[in-house]
């Protein structure tokens, strides 16, 4: 018997998938970050943006399973945007 998804979970399932669709030419791209050297921004601009498929995959293959693991691709967004946060606050 297969459990049925939660209607919130199937949601942000999809509006995962439907961010997946810019990102993908968006992966090459994201290799020019380093062209101004190899800072913290560039690596986390870098893999923020080249796993995000990856933690779209095992959200989606994990949904049913453990359905609080569907918001894994907000760390793609959370962890550059708190990079940015802290960088840019005045001190």
């Known amino acids: ?3 049925k998804s939660n209607p919130i979970v199937t949601a942000f399932f999809w509006l995962w998938i439907i961010l997946l669709i ?4 968006f992966i090459p791209l ?16 870098f893999w923020s943006v080249a796993s995000y498929p ?13 359905p609080g693991l569907i918001f894994l691709p907000l760390l793609n967004f959370i962890v550059p945007l708190a990079l940015a946060m802290i960088e840019w606050h005045p001190r």
Request: net charge positive; aromatic share 12%; charged share 20%.
């Open 22 to 25: 810019p990102c993908i030419p």
């Open 54 to 66: 990856v933690t779209v995959a095992i959200a989606g293959f994990m949904r049913k399973r453990i």
């Open 30 to 45: 994201s290799a020019m970050a380093f062209d101004g050297g190899y800072t913290l921004d560039a690596y986390v601009l």
């Open 1 to 3: 018997m297969e459990k």
